[in-house]
Protein backbone atom coordinates (compact mmCIF):
# COMPACT_ATOMS: atom_id res chain seq x y z
CA UNK A 1 0.00 0.00 0.00
CA UNK A 2 1.25 3.46 -0.82
CA UNK A 3 1.56 5.91 1.85
CA UNK A 4 0.61 9.38 1.06
CA UNK A 5 3.69 12.18 1.36
CA UNK A 6 1.38 14.37 2.38
CA UNK A 7 0.29 12.21 5.31
CA UNK A 8 3.53 11.79 6.45
CA UNK A 9 4.24 15.38 5.83
CA UNK A 10 1.44 16.47 8.55
CA UNK A 11 3.08 13.78 11.61
CA UNK A 12 6.92 15.51 11.23
CA UNK A 13 6.62 18.65 13.10
CA UNK A 14 4.42 17.01 16.06
CA UNK A 15 7.08 13.73 16.15
CA UNK A 16 10.01 16.25 16.03
CA UNK A 17 8.54 17.98 18.87
CA UNK A 18 7.93 14.91 20.97
CA UNK A 19 11.43 13.97 20.46
CA UNK A 20 12.36 17.55 21.16
CA UNK A 21 10.84 17.40 24.85
CA UNK A 22 12.55 13.68 25.25
CA UNK A 23 16.14 14.71 24.59
CA UNK A 24 15.97 17.58 26.41
CA UNK A 25 15.45 16.08 29.80
CA UNK A 26 19.06 14.99 30.48
CA UNK A 27 20.24 18.41 32.94
CA UNK A 28 23.63 17.08 33.96
CA UNK A 29 26.73 18.85 32.51
CA UNK A 30 28.84 16.71 30.16
CA UNK A 31 32.68 16.77 29.29
CA UNK A 32 33.68 20.73 28.76
CA UNK A 33 29.89 21.98 28.50
CA UNK A 34 29.80 24.87 31.03
CA UNK A 35 25.95 25.28 30.37
CA UNK A 36 24.11 24.16 33.56
CA UNK A 37 21.84 21.48 32.52
CA UNK A 38 19.12 21.49 30.30
CA UNK A 39 15.36 22.15 31.21
CA UNK A 40 13.26 19.77 31.08
CA UNK A 41 10.75 22.14 28.72
CA UNK A 42 11.05 23.25 24.86
CA UNK A 43 11.56 26.74 24.29
CA UNK A 44 10.25 28.38 21.22
CA UNK A 45 12.63 27.97 18.30
CA UNK A 46 12.63 31.50 18.45
CA UNK A 47 12.54 32.78 21.76
CA UNK A 48 15.35 31.32 24.55
CA UNK A 49 14.36 30.09 27.79
CA UNK A 50 15.15 32.96 30.45
CA UNK A 51 17.92 31.81 32.60
CA UNK A 52 15.73 32.06 35.65
CA UNK A 53 14.37 28.65 34.79
CA UNK A 54 16.93 26.60 34.95
CA UNK A 55 17.28 24.62 38.12
CA UNK A 56 21.01 25.96 38.17
CA UNK A 57 20.18 29.83 37.63
CA UNK A 58 22.65 30.72 40.82
CA UNK A 59 25.44 28.97 38.83
CA UNK A 60 25.39 30.72 36.13
CA UNK A 61 24.92 33.45 37.57
CA UNK A 62 28.02 33.56 39.61
CA UNK A 63 29.86 32.19 36.85
CA UNK A 64 28.53 35.64 35.02
CA UNK A 65 30.19 37.58 37.42
CA UNK A 66 33.59 36.23 36.90
CA UNK A 67 36.28 37.77 35.50
CA UNK A 68 36.79 36.66 31.89
CA UNK A 69 39.40 34.59 31.81
CA UNK A 70 42.58 35.15 28.86
CA UNK A 71 43.04 33.60 26.29
CA UNK A 72 45.90 31.42 27.72
CA UNK A 73 43.62 30.81 30.94
CA UNK A 74 40.84 29.55 28.61
CA UNK A 75 43.23 27.52 26.57
CA UNK A 76 43.75 25.63 29.72
CA UNK A 77 40.80 25.00 30.97
CA UNK A 78 39.82 23.13 27.65
CA UNK A 79 42.66 21.18 28.00
CA UNK A 80 41.84 19.62 31.28
CA UNK A 81 39.22 18.08 29.55
CA UNK A 82 39.72 14.70 27.04
CA UNK A 83 39.16 16.64 23.42
CA UNK A 84 35.87 14.26 22.94
CA UNK A 85 34.10 15.99 25.58
CA UNK A 86 35.63 19.47 25.45
CA UNK A 87 33.81 21.63 22.97
CA UNK A 88 30.44 19.55 23.83
CA UNK A 89 27.12 22.08 22.54
CA UNK A 90 26.03 24.66 25.04
CA UNK A 91 22.45 26.48 25.59
CA UNK A 92 22.06 29.96 24.49
CA UNK A 93 24.46 29.44 21.70
CA UNK A 94 24.45 30.63 17.89
CA UNK A 95 26.28 29.38 14.79
CA UNK A 96 27.00 30.70 11.78
CA UNK A 97 27.91 28.37 8.64
CA UNK A 98 28.73 28.43 5.71
CA UNK A 99 28.31 24.94 3.01
CA UNK A 100 28.69 23.36 -0.58
CA UNK A 101 27.82 20.16 -1.94
CA UNK A 102 25.60 17.97 -4.13
CA UNK A 103 21.73 19.07 -5.45
CA UNK A 104 20.10 16.05 -7.41
CA UNK A 105 16.70 17.03 -8.36
CA UNK A 106 13.57 14.83 -8.75
CA UNK A 107 13.44 13.40 -12.24
CA UNK A 108 9.29 14.60 -11.63
CA UNK A 109 9.91 17.86 -10.52
CA UNK A 110 7.01 20.77 -10.05
CA UNK A 111 9.46 23.42 -11.22
CA UNK A 112 8.05 25.29 -14.03
CA UNK A 113 5.72 28.16 -15.05
CA UNK A 114 3.01 26.04 -16.65
CA UNK A 115 2.00 28.95 -19.03
CA UNK A 116 4.92 29.08 -21.01
CA UNK A 117 6.76 25.94 -21.24
CA UNK A 118 6.32 22.08 -20.07
CA UNK A 119 7.75 20.88 -17.27
CA UNK A 120 11.65 19.17 -18.24
CA UNK A 121 14.35 17.46 -16.28
CA UNK A 122 17.37 18.92 -14.62
CA UNK A 123 20.47 17.48 -14.72
CA UNK A 124 20.91 14.65 -12.41
CA UNK A 125 23.17 16.37 -10.02
CA UNK A 126 24.48 20.16 -9.94
CA UNK A 127 26.04 22.42 -7.55
CA UNK A 128 24.57 23.29 -4.29
CA UNK A 129 25.82 26.68 -2.08
CA UNK A 130 24.98 28.50 0.60
CA UNK A 131 24.42 30.15 4.38
CA UNK A 132 22.98 29.17 7.57
CA UNK A 133 22.15 30.87 10.64
CA UNK A 134 21.18 29.19 13.99
CA UNK A 135 20.51 29.79 17.76
CA UNK A 136 20.10 26.93 19.97
CA UNK A 137 18.31 27.76 23.12
CA UNK A 138 18.46 24.37 24.54
CA UNK A 139 21.92 22.27 24.11
CA UNK A 140 19.68 19.56 22.71
CA UNK A 141 17.71 21.97 20.36
CA UNK A 142 17.64 24.60 18.43
CA UNK A 143 16.65 26.76 15.35
CA UNK A 144 17.80 27.15 12.43
CA UNK A 145 17.40 29.08 8.79
CA UNK A 146 19.16 28.12 5.71
CA UNK A 147 19.59 30.07 1.83
CA UNK A 148 20.56 27.63 -1.24
CA UNK A 149 21.58 28.19 -4.65
CA UNK A 150 21.61 25.48 -7.08
CA UNK A 151 22.38 26.40 -10.53
CA UNK A 152 21.92 23.71 -12.80
CA UNK A 153 20.72 23.18 -16.60
CA UNK A 154 18.09 21.62 -18.46
CA UNK A 155 18.40 17.79 -19.89
CA UNK A 156 17.79 18.62 -23.63
CA UNK A 157 19.29 19.25 -26.71
CA UNK A 158 20.22 23.23 -25.90
CA UNK A 159 20.79 22.56 -21.88
CA UNK A 160 19.58 25.63 -20.90
CA UNK A 161 20.32 27.53 -17.84
CA UNK A 162 18.04 27.45 -15.26
CA UNK A 163 18.78 28.87 -11.40
CA UNK A 164 17.16 26.51 -8.84
CA UNK A 165 17.04 28.43 -5.24
CA UNK A 166 15.42 27.43 -1.75
CA UNK A 167 14.71 29.16 1.58
CA UNK A 168 14.51 26.67 4.26
CA UNK A 169 13.80 27.09 8.02
CA UNK A 170 14.04 23.61 10.92
CA UNK A 171 14.38 22.44 14.19
CA UNK A 172 17.10 20.92 14.84
CA UNK A 173 17.88 18.18 17.64
CA UNK A 174 21.12 16.91 18.22
CA UNK A 175 23.31 14.58 20.71
CA UNK A 176 24.79 17.30 22.90
CA UNK A 177 27.38 14.82 25.11
CA UNK A 178 30.78 14.91 22.73
CA UNK A 179 32.48 16.92 20.26
CA UNK A 180 30.76 14.49 17.51
CA UNK A 181 27.15 15.64 17.74
CA UNK A 182 24.56 13.84 15.74
CA UNK A 183 21.73 15.36 14.56
CA UNK A 184 18.53 15.19 13.10
CA UNK A 185 16.27 18.27 11.22
CA UNK A 186 12.67 18.40 9.80
CA UNK A 187 11.24 21.90 8.63
CA UNK A 188 9.94 24.02 6.06
CA UNK A 189 10.33 26.43 3.12
CA UNK A 190 9.85 27.75 -0.32
CA UNK A 191 11.79 25.68 -3.41
CA UNK A 192 11.70 27.76 -6.67
CA UNK A 193 13.58 28.37 -10.28
CA UNK A 194 14.37 31.22 -11.88
CA UNK A 195 14.93 30.98 -15.39
CA UNK A 196 14.29 31.99 -18.99
CA UNK A 197 10.31 32.44 -19.84
CA UNK A 198 11.71 30.01 -23.08
CA UNK A 199 12.50 27.34 -20.52
CA UNK A 200 11.64 26.78 -17.28
CA UNK A 201 10.09 30.12 -16.47
CA UNK A 202 9.67 31.54 -12.94
CA UNK A 203 7.99 29.35 -10.14
CA UNK A 204 8.01 28.90 -6.07
CA UNK A 205 6.87 25.98 -4.64
CA UNK A 206 6.10 25.44 -0.55
CA UNK A 207 8.44 22.46 0.65
CA UNK A 208 9.01 20.42 3.52
CA UNK A 209 12.09 18.82 4.19
CA UNK A 210 13.96 16.40 6.82
CA UNK A 211 17.51 14.76 6.82
CA UNK A 212 20.47 14.48 9.50
CA UNK A 213 23.93 14.39 9.54
CA UNK A 214 26.96 14.96 11.99
CA UNK A 215 28.78 17.98 12.98
CA UNK A 216 32.38 17.94 14.89
CA UNK A 217 33.42 20.79 17.07
CA UNK A 218 37.59 21.54 15.95
CA UNK A 219 37.86 24.08 18.04
CA UNK A 220 35.91 26.04 20.75
CA UNK A 221 34.27 28.05 17.59
CA UNK A 222 34.97 26.34 14.32
CA UNK A 223 33.85 22.89 13.08
CA UNK A 224 33.30 21.11 10.55
CA UNK A 225 29.40 19.19 9.28
CA UNK A 226 27.66 16.88 6.72
CA UNK A 227 23.98 17.15 6.00
CA UNK A 228 21.81 14.58 3.77
CA UNK A 229 18.20 16.00 3.34
CA UNK A 230 14.99 15.12 1.08
CA UNK A 231 13.06 17.77 0.14
CA UNK A 232 9.33 17.39 -0.94
CA UNK A 233 7.24 19.90 -3.06
CA UNK A 234 3.74 20.55 -1.57
CA UNK A 235 2.76 19.67 -5.30
CA UNK A 236 4.69 16.32 -5.39
CA UNK A 237 3.74 15.25 -2.30
CA UNK A 238 -0.54 16.00 -2.89
CA UNK A 239 0.19 14.08 -6.47
CA UNK A 240 1.72 11.15 -4.30
CA UNK A 241 4.40 10.77 -7.03
CA UNK A 242 7.15 10.38 -4.22
CA UNK A 243 9.30 12.18 -6.23
CA UNK A 244 12.49 13.63 -3.59
CA UNK A 245 15.54 16.61 -4.15
CA UNK A 246 18.32 15.26 -2.14
CA UNK A 247 20.62 17.26 -1.14
CA UNK A 248 24.41 16.59 0.29
CA UNK A 249 26.07 18.35 1.70
CA UNK A 250 29.50 19.72 3.53
CA UNK A 251 30.67 22.77 5.47
CA UNK A 252 32.10 24.81 8.07
CA UNK A 253 30.27 25.95 11.60
CA UNK A 254 31.42 29.10 13.51
CA UNK A 255 30.09 29.25 17.27
CA UNK A 256 29.19 32.58 18.63
CA UNK A 257 28.10 32.77 22.41
CA UNK A 258 30.40 29.89 23.78
CA UNK A 259 31.26 29.83 27.28
CA UNK A 260 35.00 28.32 28.38
CA UNK A 261 34.67 25.52 31.42
CA UNK A 262 34.21 27.04 34.58
CA UNK A 263 37.99 27.03 36.53
CA UNK A 264 38.89 24.13 38.89
CA UNK A 265 37.23 24.55 42.07
CA UNK A 266 40.00 25.02 44.78
CA UNK A 267 39.62 23.11 47.57
CA UNK A 268 39.39 24.94 50.73
CA UNK A 269 42.69 25.23 53.00
CA UNK A 270 42.02 22.55 56.04
CA UNK A 271 40.70 24.12 59.16
CA UNK A 272 42.85 24.12 62.25
CA UNK A 273 41.91 21.07 64.47
CA UNK A 274 42.70 23.77 67.22
CA UNK A 275 41.81 27.13 66.53
CA UNK A 276 43.33 28.50 69.80
CA UNK A 277 45.80 26.21 70.36
CA UNK A 278 45.11 25.61 73.57
CA UNK A 279 45.90 21.27 72.83
CA UNK A 280 42.33 20.75 72.73
CA UNK A 281 40.50 19.74 69.97
CA UNK A 282 38.01 21.73 68.08
CA UNK A 283 35.03 18.58 68.00
CA UNK A 284 35.99 18.63 72.14
CA UNK A 285 36.15 22.31 73.06
CA UNK A 286 33.54 24.23 74.11
CA UNK A 287 35.44 27.26 73.41
CA UNK A 288 37.01 26.08 69.94
CA UNK A 289 38.56 30.56 69.80
CA UNK A 290 39.58 30.85 72.84
CA UNK A 291 42.55 29.55 74.72
CA UNK A 292 41.49 27.05 77.88
CA UNK A 293 42.16 24.34 80.02
CA UNK A 294 41.35 20.75 80.02
CA UNK A 295 38.91 19.27 79.95
CA UNK A 296 36.10 21.62 78.75
CA UNK A 297 39.19 23.81 76.85
CA UNK A 298 37.34 27.37 78.36
CA UNK A 299 39.58 29.83 80.52
CA UNK A 300 39.77 28.97 84.20
CA UNK A 301 41.95 32.02 85.44
CA UNK A 302 41.64 30.31 89.15
CA UNK A 303 42.10 27.01 87.96
CA UNK A 304 39.30 25.65 89.88
CA UNK A 305 38.10 23.36 87.65
CA UNK A 306 35.06 26.11 87.15
CA UNK A 307 35.31 27.93 83.32
CA UNK A 308 35.15 31.38 83.75
CA UNK A 309 31.58 32.09 82.30
CA UNK A 310 30.09 29.89 85.27
CA UNK A 311 32.40 30.90 87.98
CA UNK A 312 31.23 33.54 90.42
CA UNK A 313 34.30 33.98 91.52
CA UNK A 314 36.85 33.50 88.47
CA UNK A 315 39.73 35.31 90.28
CA UNK A 316 39.79 33.14 93.35
CA UNK A 317 39.79 29.11 93.73
CA UNK A 318 36.36 27.80 94.80
CA UNK A 319 34.51 24.88 95.05
CA UNK A 320 30.70 23.71 94.05
CA UNK A 321 28.44 24.90 93.34
CA UNK A 322 29.14 28.51 92.06
CA UNK A 323 33.49 28.18 91.99
CA UNK A 324 33.67 30.70 95.13
CA UNK A 325 35.81 30.05 98.17
CA UNK A 326 33.36 28.22 100.72
CA UNK A 327 35.07 27.19 104.44
CA UNK A 328 35.05 23.04 105.25
CA UNK A 329 36.57 23.70 108.63
CA UNK A 330 36.69 20.27 109.83
CA UNK A 331 38.18 19.15 106.31
CA UNK A 332 35.62 16.62 106.24
CA UNK A 333 34.32 17.08 102.70
CA UNK A 334 31.34 19.08 103.86
CA UNK A 335 31.09 23.00 103.54
CA UNK A 336 30.06 24.73 106.70
CA UNK A 337 26.30 25.23 105.65
CA UNK A 338 25.92 21.75 105.42
CA UNK A 339 27.78 20.18 107.84
CA UNK A 340 25.97 19.39 111.04
CA UNK A 341 29.19 19.12 113.36
CA UNK A 342 31.23 22.12 112.03
CA UNK A 343 34.45 21.39 114.33
CA UNK A 344 34.04 17.35 114.30
CA UNK A 345 34.94 15.57 111.28
CA UNK A 346 32.29 12.87 109.78
CA UNK A 347 33.26 9.41 109.95
CA UNK A 348 32.88 7.41 106.55
CA UNK A 349 32.19 4.24 107.36
CA UNK A 350 28.64 3.55 105.86
CA UNK A 351 26.72 4.28 108.25
CA UNK A 352 24.92 7.88 108.36
CA UNK A 353 27.70 9.76 106.58
CA UNK A 354 25.53 11.85 105.04
CA UNK A 355 25.40 14.19 108.24
CA UNK A 356 29.04 15.59 108.55
CA UNK A 357 29.25 14.17 112.26
CA UNK A 358 31.27 11.48 113.45
CA UNK A 359 29.50 7.88 114.07
CA UNK A 360 30.52 4.26 114.16
CA UNK A 361 28.24 1.83 113.08
CA UNK A 362 26.65 -0.57 115.80
CA UNK A 363 28.54 -3.25 116.72
CA UNK A 364 25.61 -5.76 115.88
CA UNK A 365 25.79 -3.56 112.16
CA UNK A 366 29.65 -4.30 112.09
CA UNK A 367 29.69 -8.12 112.04
CA UNK A 368 27.76 -7.70 108.54
CA UNK A 369 29.71 -5.63 107.29
CA UNK A 370 32.10 -7.28 105.02
CA UNK A 371 32.88 -10.95 104.11
CA UNK A 372 29.86 -12.97 105.86
CA UNK A 373 31.28 -16.49 107.08
CA UNK A 374 29.22 -19.20 107.51
CA UNK A 375 27.39 -18.85 104.57
CA UNK A 376 27.58 -22.30 101.98
CA UNK A 377 26.14 -23.57 98.76
CA UNK A 378 25.58 -26.64 97.10
CA UNK A 379 28.70 -27.52 94.69
CA UNK A 380 28.14 -25.38 91.41
CA UNK A 381 24.99 -24.35 92.67
CA UNK A 382 22.64 -21.37 94.04
CA UNK A 383 21.03 -23.76 96.52
CA UNK A 384 21.80 -22.16 100.30
CA UNK A 385 22.84 -25.37 102.41
CA UNK A 386 20.49 -25.21 105.68
CA UNK A 387 23.68 -24.93 107.60
CA UNK A 388 23.90 -21.25 106.53
CA UNK A 389 20.60 -20.96 108.24
CA UNK A 390 22.22 -19.19 111.64
CA UNK A 391 23.92 -16.67 110.16
CA UNK A 392 21.07 -15.36 107.90
CA UNK A 393 18.70 -15.38 110.82
CA UNK A 394 20.85 -12.82 112.33
CA UNK A 395 21.34 -10.98 109.79
CA UNK A 396 18.07 -10.70 109.66
CA UNK A 397 17.27 -9.09 113.39
CA UNK A 398 19.78 -7.11 112.51
CA UNK A 399 18.22 -5.48 109.90
CA UNK A 400 15.17 -5.68 110.99
CA UNK A 401 16.38 -3.37 114.65
CA UNK A 402 18.02 -0.94 111.88
CA UNK A 403 15.50 -0.43 109.44
CA UNK A 404 17.37 2.63 107.93
CA UNK A 405 20.43 0.75 106.54
CA UNK A 406 20.39 -0.22 103.37
CA UNK A 407 22.54 -3.70 102.17
CA UNK A 408 24.05 -4.70 98.96
CA UNK A 409 25.02 -8.66 98.51
CA UNK A 410 27.98 -9.69 96.93
CA UNK A 411 28.84 -12.94 95.59
CA UNK A 412 32.18 -14.19 94.35
CA UNK A 413 34.14 -17.06 93.52
CA UNK A 414 37.64 -18.03 92.62
CA UNK A 415 39.29 -18.53 89.37
CA UNK A 416 38.68 -21.86 88.08
CA UNK A 417 36.44 -22.16 85.14
CA UNK A 418 34.97 -20.24 82.23
CA UNK A 419 34.73 -16.58 83.48
CA UNK A 420 31.26 -16.21 82.92
CA UNK A 421 29.67 -19.24 84.44
CA UNK A 422 31.40 -17.76 87.24
CA UNK A 423 29.85 -14.45 86.67
CA UNK A 424 26.55 -15.89 86.68
CA UNK A 425 26.80 -18.27 89.57
CA UNK A 426 28.09 -15.43 91.93
CA UNK A 427 25.17 -12.95 90.53
CA UNK A 428 22.60 -16.14 91.19
CA UNK A 429 24.13 -17.01 94.65
CA UNK A 430 23.86 -13.58 95.61
CA UNK A 431 20.39 -13.54 94.65
CA UNK A 432 19.34 -16.62 96.69
CA UNK A 433 20.45 -14.81 99.93
CA UNK A 434 18.46 -11.84 99.37
CA UNK A 435 15.52 -14.01 98.41
CA UNK A 436 16.03 -15.41 101.95
CA UNK A 437 16.29 -12.24 103.77
CA UNK A 438 13.00 -10.80 101.62
CA UNK A 439 10.79 -14.35 102.45
CA UNK A 440 11.47 -13.28 106.49
CA UNK A 441 10.37 -10.00 106.97
CA UNK A 442 13.31 -7.97 105.09
CA UNK A 443 11.95 -4.78 102.47
CA UNK A 444 12.99 -5.82 98.98
CA UNK A 445 13.36 -2.24 98.42
CA UNK A 446 16.99 -2.81 100.96
CA UNK A 447 18.60 -5.39 99.13
CA UNK A 448 20.67 -4.93 95.74
CA UNK A 449 22.20 -7.87 94.77
CA UNK A 450 25.89 -8.05 92.71
CA UNK A 451 28.04 -10.70 91.51
CA UNK A 452 31.17 -10.47 90.38
CA UNK A 453 32.87 -13.59 90.00
CA UNK A 454 36.51 -13.78 89.90
CA UNK A 455 36.88 -10.56 89.52
CA UNK A 456 37.65 -9.27 92.67
CA UNK A 457 39.46 -11.80 94.64
CA UNK A 458 40.15 -11.20 98.66
CA UNK A 459 43.37 -12.85 98.48
CA UNK A 460 45.70 -14.27 95.14
CA UNK A 461 44.46 -17.31 93.63
CA UNK A 462 48.08 -19.43 94.22
CA UNK A 463 46.61 -22.04 96.31
CA UNK A 464 43.51 -24.59 97.39
CA UNK A 465 43.45 -22.33 100.76
CA UNK A 466 43.09 -18.89 98.67
CA UNK A 467 40.91 -20.07 95.94
CA UNK A 468 38.67 -21.45 99.01
CA UNK A 469 39.06 -17.57 100.79
CA UNK A 470 37.76 -16.02 97.37
CA UNK A 471 34.64 -18.24 97.36
CA UNK A 472 32.51 -15.89 99.42
CA UNK A 473 29.78 -13.38 100.02
CA UNK A 474 29.84 -10.22 101.38
CA UNK A 475 27.31 -7.80 103.10
CA UNK A 476 27.84 -4.15 102.16
CA UNK A 477 26.35 -1.47 104.49
CA UNK A 478 24.88 1.76 103.41
CA UNK A 479 23.45 4.32 105.20
CA UNK A 480 19.75 5.63 103.66
CA UNK A 481 19.56 9.29 103.32
CA UNK A 482 16.30 11.60 103.95
CA UNK A 483 15.60 11.30 100.02
CA UNK A 484 15.97 7.54 99.92
CA UNK A 485 19.24 7.50 98.06
CA UNK A 486 22.30 5.71 98.83
CA UNK A 487 25.65 7.53 99.08
CA UNK A 488 28.86 6.20 97.46
CA UNK A 489 30.27 3.14 99.10
CA UNK A 490 33.68 3.34 100.79
CA UNK A 491 36.35 0.79 100.84
CA UNK A 492 34.38 -2.33 102.85
CA UNK A 493 36.41 -4.18 104.90
CA UNK A 494 37.39 -7.40 104.44
CA UNK A 495 38.36 -10.68 106.02
CA UNK A 496 36.58 -13.56 107.94
CA UNK A 497 36.18 -16.73 106.92
CA UNK A 498 34.99 -19.01 103.95
CA UNK A 499 31.87 -17.97 102.50
CA UNK A 500 31.94 -21.80 101.77
CA UNK A 501 32.47 -25.14 103.52
CA UNK A 502 32.82 -26.43 100.02
CA UNK A 503 36.11 -27.82 100.02
CA UNK A 504 36.35 -27.98 95.96
CA UNK A 505 36.66 -25.94 93.26
CA UNK A 506 33.55 -23.41 93.02
CA UNK A 507 33.33 -23.15 89.09
CA UNK A 508 32.47 -25.44 86.34
CA UNK A 509 34.03 -25.48 82.83
CA UNK A 510 32.48 -23.37 80.21
CA UNK A 511 29.23 -25.63 79.64
CA UNK A 512 28.93 -27.28 82.71
CA UNK A 513 26.92 -30.32 82.65
CA UNK A 514 23.31 -30.88 85.03
Not at 3 to 14: D, E, F, I, M, T
Not at 293 to 305: E, F, L, M, R, Y
Not at 367 to 378: K, L, M, P, Q
Not at 474 to 487: L, N
Request: negative net charge; hydrophobic residues 35%; glycine residues 10%.
Amino acid sequence: MKLSLAAWAVGVVPITTSAAVAFAAPGSQVGGNADAGASTSVAAPTAAAPPAADASAGKRGKRAREPRPDAAERRARYRRLPWIRRYAPQRNTGELGVFAGVFIPSEDHDLYDPITRPPEPFWRAGADVGARAAFYPLKVLGAEVEFSAMPSRLRNITNDFAFVYGFQAHVVLQLPYYNVIPFFLAGGGLLGVRSSPFVLGRDVDPAFHYGGGVKVNLTPVVGVRVDVRNIVSSTEALQGSGAANVQVLGGLSFTLGRRPPPAPIKPPPPEDPDRDKDGILNLQDDCPDVAGVAPHGCPDSDGDGFRDAKDKCPEVPGVAPDGCPVKDTDNDGFLDPDDGCVFEPETKNGFEDDDGCPDELPPAIKVFDGNIAGIEFDFNKDTIRPVSRTVLDKAVAVLKEYPDVRVNIVGHTDDVGAAEFNLDLSRRRAEAVKKYLVDHGIDSGRVTTEGRGSTDPDVPNDSEINRAKNRRIEFEITAVDATGTRPPRTESGKGGADASATPGPDAAPAKPAG
